[in-house]
């Protein structure tokens, strides 16, 4: 299995050239591998400065669109913005543009209750929770792009905020983290559970 390019439905304003499904860049790179490349190497560069910044934020939805902004800041014009399309991929849609500040601000209460994680020391019972919110954030999808890099680094200061436990999302393959994402989205959490154990160290 593959990650997929997003099909979109037109919202008012589109992202990408027209005719094309490559979003505007910053780069102004029209050929998606291209873009694909360049994005994941700015990107990480990114995500490993940030890596070394600790906690950056409440774990509201403004703290995963300041990740988002930081991350994605050399590629996109957009970084840190809600999107404001409905996006799907093959025959999954994610959460309409409408519900996503509420499905959060569930979430967000949902950690306020488990106390944001913190005092945790059981790896599973830790693992099952953190299954359960990137399960959830990642049904939300609330950008464009660069949605799995951005709800990561979000399970990064999840852990250090807990500070038991650090998560090194290396240890999984795209392949596995798309099907744990897959089962988690129909809330069959068991898969993203056991990926997430296997991670945190
Ligand atoms: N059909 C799907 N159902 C649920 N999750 C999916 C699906 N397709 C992709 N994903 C998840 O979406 C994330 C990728 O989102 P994306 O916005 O492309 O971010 P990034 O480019 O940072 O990987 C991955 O975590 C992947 O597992
Ligand atoms: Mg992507």
């Known amino acids: 299995m593959k990650d997929m390019v997003y099909a979109y439905e037109y919202n008012g304003g589109d992202l990408c050239y027209p005719g094309t499904n490559v979003l505007r860049n910053k780069l102004d790179i029209h050929d998606l591998e291209e873009l694909l490349r360049v994005e994941k190497e700015m990107s990480m560069a990114r995500y490993f400065d940030l890596s070394t910044q600790g906690v950056t934020g409440d774990f509201s939805m403004g703290h995963l669109c300041a990740i988002h902004r930081y991350l994605f800041q050399d590629v996109y014009e957009w970084a840190g913005e809600l999107r404001r399309e409905d996006i799907s991929k093959g025959t999954f849609r994610f959460c309409p543009v409408m519900y996503m500040e509420k499905t959060f601000g569930d979430i967000h209460r949902?950690?306020?209750?488990?106390?944001?994680?913190?005092?945790?020391?059981?790896?599973?019972?830790?693992?099952?929770?953190?299954?359960?919110?990137?399960?959830?954030?990642?049904?939300?999808?609330?950008?464009?792009?660069?949605?799995?890099?951005?709800?990561?680094?979000?399970?990064?200061?999840?852990?250090?905020?807990?500070?038991?436990?650090?998560?090194?999302?290396?240890?999984?393959?795209?392949?596995?983290?798309?099907?744990?994402?897959?089962?988690?989205?129909?809330?069959?959490?068991?898969?993203?559970?056991?990926?997430?154990?296997?991670?945190?160290?």
């Not at 680094?153 to 090194?168: D, H, R, S, T, V």
């Open 110 to 201: 949902w950690l306020e209750a488990n106390h944001f994680l913190v005092g945790i020391e059981d790896r599973e019972v830790m693992a099952s929770k953190l299954a359960y919110v990137l399960g959830e954030i990642n049904v939300i999808h609330p950008f464009r792009e660069g949605n799995g890099r951005s709800q990561r680094m979000y399970m990064e200061q999840l852990c250090k905020n807990n500070g038991n436990f650090e998560i090194n999302f290396a240890k999984a393959s795209n392949d596995e983290m798309l099907e744990a994402s897959m089962y988690a989205a129909v809330c069959e959490y068991d898969k993203m559970t056991a990926l997430i154990a296997r991670c945190l160290q």
